[in-house]
């Protein structure tokens, strides 16, 4: 079966439906799926909701589908970088649902593994932990939190083989694999499809019964907070 | 006199033991880095998926693929290791992570902690900041005594949305440090120059001895 496609608008052809669910991955700025975003933007699908950990900023990454109003719902952690993303959700233009960081991850590596719910200490005693169930095991309390299954995941990795083995690259890997596992479908982009059997298969970060469609492309890789030092004050 | 960034920072590093891994939060937290005592080795990790955190690169070296909790460009060391948001948060949440060192909008004397938003005002989100509390060993707030008011941040209880219910551990602040014990918290030691009558005066928290 082939996986590979040739433009980021070809790869999402017949996968795009308005109010649907998609996983992305990415950390800030950093390992996002800035071409199939562009992509969707051009699809006008609208209505959506995104389980993102962040919603980019005001013109790249999610925060291009804010200006154009294609989202309805983000799932987030942390939504401090983007002006228009507070305009839309003080107007009560946006919904958005909290969740903390690791309850974010920890809901689509288990939608993705099968697993529809589990319990955790975070955010127990405070408004996160409203109307969830509350169990105590071994003397803690926990709540429960639900797995997410998504209709499309779409993730951003560093190489794929044509079978859709990935190779992820530092700190860009972050919530991409993750998103990867809770989709029905999901949809990479890399910098760089290599031939199979290059890749060692001990290294393999997410094997490919997890991804549906590759495309390659060039990324702009824009970077949020640039922070350097000086030389000499190593 | 009070301690000023660095010197909340310097005693924050105190507070590290050899071989432990620590995750530092964003603002004066980060600053700790700068003051790890000789002969500690401590593993810095960042929540984005990261242990072995090393220092600012060098201009002309920023990797857009190489970014700390709070998108900064940051640098790998020899024992660096990636891995995934999930695998971050399960050794967070797994009890791993020895220490967190992280700001605060205000503290309670039961050990609550908010600092993720303020209604109506400031709505960023939580980050990584309830699984850390809820998760690590040991929590170490660093915040200034009191807010730009004026008004103590050391409170008996916290009048915003909470981070964690009973989770904070120790408080360092301008003014000195305290721990969360029963029944209030206890004076650890002042800051150079401050005394304990002004430390109490400045804290609305209950303090016992």
Not at chain 1, 58 to 69: C, H, M
Not at chain 1, 161 to 178: E, I, Q, S, Y
Not at chain 2, 61 to 69: G, P, S
């Amino acid at each position: 079966m082939k996986k590979v496609y040739g433009s980021a608008a070809e790869a999402l052809d017949g996968l795009l439906t308005d109010d649907m669910l998609i996983a992305a991955g990415g950390f800030g700025l950093c390992g996002i799926p800035e071409l199939l975003l562009g992509a969707i933007k051009e699809s006008g699908v609208k209505g959506l909701t995104f389980a993102s950990n962040n919603a980019g900023v005001d013109d790249f990454g999610i925060g291009i589908l804010l200006q154009t109003k294609q989202v309805k719902k983000m799932i987030s952690s942390y939504v401090g970088e983007n002006a228009e993303f507070m305009r839309q959700y003080l107007a009560g233009e946006l919904e958005v649902e909290f969740n903390p960081q690791g309850t974010l991850a920890e809901r689509m590596r288990a939608g993705g593994a099968g697993i529809p719910g589990f319990y955790t200490k975070t955010g127990v005693g405070t408004q996160i932990a409203e109307g969830k169930e509350h169990k105590d095991f071994d003397g803690q309390t926990y709540i429960m939190e639900r797995g997410i299954v998504a209709d499309l995941a779409i993730v951003k990795a560093w190489k794929a083989d044509p079978t859709g083995n990935l190779v992820f690259r530092k700190t860009a890997r972050n919530f991409n694999p993750p998103a990867a596992m809770c989709g029905k479908v999901c949809v990479v982009e890399v910098e760089e499809i290599v031939p199979t059997g290059s890749l060692d298969p001990d290294s393999i970060h997410l094997p490919g019964v997890y991804v549906h469609r590759i495309i390659q492309g060039d990324h702009e890789k824009r970077i949020e907070q640039r922070t350097t030092r000086k030389k000499e004050s190593v | 006199m009070a301690w000023d960034r660095n010197q909340m920072a310097a005693r924050a590093a105190e507070e590290l033991q050899d071989g432990w891994y620590v995750n530092l939060g964003i603002g004066i937290p980060t600053l700790v880095s700068n003051y790890i005592p000789d002969g500690i080795e401590v593993t810095l990790q960042s929540e984005n998926g990261m242990l072995g955190m090393g220092a600012f690169p060098i201009e002309g070296e920023e990797d857009a693929d190489l970014i700390n909790a709070g998108k900064q460009t940051i640098t790998e060391l020899p024992q660096t290791a990636f891995f995934d948001s999930a695998t971050s948060f399960g050794m967070i949440r797994g009890g791993k992570i020895a220490m967190a060192i992280l700001g605060a909008m205000e503290v309670a004397e039961n050990g609550d902690l908010a600092n993720w938003m303020v209604p109506g005002k400031l709505i960023k989100g939580m980050g990584g900041a309830m699984d850390l509390v809820a998760g690590v060993q040991r929590v170490v707030v660093v915040m200034d005594h009191a807010n730009k008011h004026g008004d103590s941040k050391v409170l008996k209880s916290c009048t915003l949305p909470l981070t964690g219910a009973a989770v904070v551990d120790r408080i360092i602040t301008n003014l000195g440090v305290l721990d969360v014990v029963e029944g209030g918290l206890r004076i650890v030691e002042c800051a150079d120059g401050v005394t304990e009558d002004e430390l109490r005066a400045a804290t609305e928290a209950t303090i016992v001895n």
